[in-house]
């Protein structure tokens, strides 16, 4: 359904002027809020207030709950549907407020990893009963196997955005160009929950200008877990409905998919124990080389843009070609990761 220009951007100003509001209270009151505490395996040398994303959580449930009402979409939606969305946004909160605790009091990880397969498990129901008259995706020959696929690809997108989230800035710039991938993408073939990573990405502006470096607070678990979620769920929703391949939103987080999944199965080969911290993500080491947190914002934000934009004009105008500019980049990246591996070397670390 099509919504009101005014209502959409009343729900965006709202959104962004509510995130920016707790992000004011937030810096005066960085005293009483959790600390991250620099440590081995952190790269930075001094505690820093986290749980940041709060001031995105509230702008953008705010700015989208005035889209709602005011736009008239709660009223075309019906009650069975009503009931499974509601479920969608109950598997988010489990997790937002799981990785709150973690932030604030520690969870253990088997714990936190229950709370992402159950809140997979009902975004995968949900997800399925919004779109069961798709007979190509959810069919009965694939349903299991795509359940399956779903709840470990959002098991991993929740984790890996976290483990990105070490340096300044850099999981808060994924967020926000992959939402707006998303809602461009979205916008352009008629998807009709467009709008909600539009206002997400409005919400998140205000977070940007606190966690760019030098971070002044990080966003913390309850940012990079949810977040993760989020990329997941949007990305499964538009392949249920049609809008896009499977290597939309693989193409589009590509540069958390690659470091995060090839530092796994490097870490895999050398027996290494992969439950444990460590800092040997690329972006981690090309940090430690030299390029500090400000170059490696730099760094990634140019992949970002570049597998996003692609992401983005081979969805609109070549879906067949989508497959591959995801081979292209992702070669593009095997070289960055080989030349980062180079210098590593050089400078001395065998590790």
Known sequence: MSIDTEILICGMLIAFLMSAALGAALTKAVAFLPHAQPNARSLHDKPVPRVAALMLWVGWLIGAGWVL????????????????????????????????????????????????????????????????????????????????????????MCNLFNFMDGSDGLAAAMALVGLAAYAGVGYATGLSWWWLPLVGGTALAPLLAVNLPPARMFIGDVGAVPLGFLAALFGWWGIAEQVWGLWFPVLVFLPFVMDATVTLLR??????????GHKAHYYQRLLQMGAGHRGTLAAYAVLMAGCAGTAVFCAVN??????????????????FFAVIDYYWSKSGNSS
């Open 318 to 335: 070549a879906p067949e070609m989508g497959g591959m500019a995801l081979l292209a980049w992702a070669l593009v990246h095997l070289g």
């Open 267 to 276: 870490r895999l080969w050398r027996l290494e124990k992969i439950w444990e």
């Open 69 to 156: 009402v005011f736009g008239g979409v709660l009223s075309a939606v019906s009650l069975k549907n009503g009931m499974f969305l509601a479920l969608l946004f109950c598997g988010w909160a489990l997790v937002a407020a799981v990785s709150f605790w973690d932030d604030c009091r520690g969870v253990s990880a088997h714990w936190r990893l229950l709370a992402q397969v159950a809140a997979a498990l009902m975004a995968a129901i949900s997800l399925w009963a919004l779109t069961s008259e798709n007979p190509v995706v959810f069919s009965t020959a694939f349903r299991w196997g795509c359940g399956v696929i779903f709840v470990l690809s959002t098991i991993w």
